[in-house]
């Protein structure tokens, strides 16, 4: 998740693409640049690290000119560096993107048999060269960067400078977001709305699979198959703080809605829909160690943990291996029997956990091989680790993490399918059967997250609850969990998630009319148990919420609340039951007044032990 600005007019635009970017920055900050035409070529500084340091850079070596374009870069093929940052130039082209180009192998390989040196590590780079091809092949920018993206698939939003074409900017839009702000002769564009708020109010946003013509005098839209189309431009009413969350009160709640397109960016590319199974290269095992694994360990902290708990179902569900899951803090303090033909999965979505990293050394220097499961690049974790399988969440700003643990398991979901195939335990069958359900799952997901309103009607009714007690069996226990850690971190009402059948072992002395107990139970094979706790818990008047399969009349027969769910594969519905529970904590902590974000004692990263 980049940010991308982009300016057309008679100023002179360095400062002011800085400070878009500057208003970008909470979409990643890895690395930056601009490229700004100065009347006879085009000029490119770029900078790894914060922004600030391609302030320092530029104060060397200002720019002047325009139309220019900027970026700044969450990186997801190829570490943070100065060579990886955008702009990428070929020949007379300077091109900032957005996205994951999903085919970019392919396409590298036909490119370097055509003679193109690469200079990056790059998706992007790619298209750059394509476009240049097009351009030496005699095309005007306009149908160079038509015709590029025509070979491209993949998510992405471009913009495109050609040094021959000094008034005008090209940019288009597939599943990654453009606007495009229009002023008084000069226009701009931008991956979000903040980046150009300051500059004008009157914006139109680019649709998939459409391409723009951007001048000073303003913007000509068509399809990428050459049909032109009409959109009236918006005003936004938004203020600077409301525009950088899209609109929404917290970023955990931007975030909570940002999931579908998470968990579709971390299948992005990795998926081989013809044999039903995952793409090598994709996961950071290499097929002959992962037919060699004898056993999955996976350690992690918090959130990363739960996702992990997960982990070690679809582990022995979908490869047949034994998997075990621990926290990292307590490995260290053990002398745990690792080593030799485990696979021990270091899951982080910040790379930077020190509890996990200690964990990871510890079971490196007895002989593991190490996956890391991390959500930023290049990161500690993935740097001590012998490969890297990482979420393509984006950057997560609120401290609860929401988006990342869904991605994680999403992420778990290949690598189990994987190992289940590279060990030849997995029938193609099962394996279709999990993926195509993990495709439907964002659109599953998107159906819930339109029940939003009913959740806060919910959380109203339960907000002064002194404490709550989560419950689920099979894949929804590590949810249960995760909803009660959820709840604890950002309303600071005491909560516990426990596996359903522990109930009766001692939590069920705690339940009475003012004990709010949440039941995880879509229909599965744990279903009838559960519901037989359901039961237990009601016998002893507790306030019961359920979250229920859809068209299921008999928690509702039973249960106080129950919030009902689309129908998913049964080992997938942890995407499904996840994101309620983020509601319901959510919607009670904004009751409450908390400090959402930035709950109090917490950090996003934890780097002491
Ligand atoms: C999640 O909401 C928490 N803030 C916390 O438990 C977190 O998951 C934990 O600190 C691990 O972080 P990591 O994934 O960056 O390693």
Redesign the pocket.
Known sequence: MCGIVGYVGPKSCGDLLVDGLRRLEYRGYDSAGLAVHDGKEIRVVRSVGKLGNLVSALKERPLAGAPGIGHTRWATHGRPSETNAHPHVAGGIALVHNGIIENHLHLKRQLMEQGVKFSSDTDTEIVAHLVEREVRAGHKLLEAVRRALAVVEGAYAVAVLHKDEPDRIVIAKNASPLVIGLGEGETYCASDIPAILPYTRTMVLLEEGEIALLTAGGVEITTLKGERVDRKPKTITWNAAQAEKSGYKHFMLKEIHEQPRAIEDTMRGRIDLEKWDIIDSEIGIDAAAAADVKRVYFI?????FHASLFGRYLVESLSGLPATCELASELVVRDPVVGPGDLVVAV???GE?ID?LAALKAAKDRGARILALANVLDSAIPRAAHGSLYTHAGPEIG???TKCFTAQLAAMVLLAVYLGRRRNVLSTDRAREVLQGMLEVPHRMRDVLSQDDSLRDLARKFQHAKSFLFLGRGVSFPIAVEGA?KLK?ISYIHAEGYAAGEMKHGPIALIDENMPVVVVMPRDRTYEKTLSNLQEVKAREGRTLALATRGDAEVGAIADHVFYLPKVDAMLTPFITSLPLQLLAYYVADFKGTDVDQPRN?AK??TVE
């Open positions: 992690a902290c918090g959130t990363s982080s979505q910040s956990t996990t401290v609860a993490s850690l971190e917490l990263t934890v």
